[in-house]
T-cell receptor
Framework: AQRVTQPEKLLSVFKGAPVELKCNYSYSGSPELFWYVQYSRQRLQLLLRHISRESIKGFTADLNKGETSFHLKKPFAQEEDSAMYYCALSGLTGGSNYKLTFGKGTLLTVNP | DAGITQSPRHKVTETGTPVTLRCHQTENHRYMYWYRQDPGHGLRLIHYSYGVKDTDKGEVSDGYSVSRSKTEDFLLTLESATSSQTSVYFC??????????FGSGTRLTVV
């Protein structure tokens, strides 16, 4: 079974402060991890995937297989970063069919 | 746009009535998914499809059925709507099964 845990429902920081959104996962195979972002009443958008190892909008995330974590970080938060963030894991189901399992999300608020 | 559209965008229906939501893609992607989004639960997979006429259940499939008669359309049917199915429904597509593109969502209210 695959499982994603985001321990914080809400996270509030001030503009310019560092931010870290936590994500832990459980999966017996080799996972592929993602971060999706949803701005107010909009569709979910892919923010990061661990295999690309890129930085989007100043966010980075490193897969730590030993701690089974994929925390999202940004050194200096901006007000426009306020959104719901979802961590997600992709794993194989029967045969070669994939499905994405999401955490429950963390609502980030960046205060001026 | 993202090549994926959902219809309708909003719907109010009465308890006990059947409801069908449509997801249409122009990307020719193999995989299509239906999720529901609820506060405190995040996104939960209802059903998914890995090809025409090939579908499987997700974690919250009770009370829902799906059909995929052609690559571009994936229909979600609530057989007899209940108030617990009031939610925002998102469709997603994927070429390889990883890295999804989401639709704009359908906000369904069952009264």
């Amino acid at each position: 079974a695959q499982r994603v845990t985001q321990p914080e429902k809400l996270l509030s920081v001030f503009k310019g402060a560092p931010v870290e959104l936590k994500c832990n996962y459980s999966y017996s195979g080799s996972p592929e991890l993602f971060w999706y972002v949803q701005y107010s009443r909009q569709r979910l958008q892919l923010l990061l995937r661990h295999i690309s190892r890129e930085s989007i909008k100043g966010f980075t995330a490193d897969l730590n297989k030993g701690e089974t974590s994929f925390h999202l970080k940004k050194p200096f938060a901006q007000e426009e970063d306020s959104a719901m963030y979802y961590c997600a894991l992709s794993g194989l189901t029967g045969g070669s069919n994939y499905k994405l399992t999401f955490g429950k999300g963390t609502l980030l608020t960046v205060n001026p | 746009d993202a090549g994926i559209t959902q219809s309708p965008r909003h719907k109010v229906t009465e308890t006990g009535t059947p409801v069908t939501l449509r997801c249409h893609q122009t990307e020719n992607h193999r995989y299509m998914y239906w999720y529901r989004q609820d506060p405190g639960h995040g996104l939960r997979l209802i059903h998914y499809s890995y090809g025409v006429k090939d579908t499987d259940k997700g974690e919250v499939s009770d009370g829902y059925s799906v059909s995929r008669s052609k690559t571009e359309d994936f229909l979600l049917t609530l057989e007899s709507a209940t108030s617990s199915q009031t939610s925002v429904y998102f469709c997603a597509i994927s070429l390889t099964g990883t890295g999804y593109t989401f639709g704009s969502g359908t906000r369904l209210t069952v009264v």
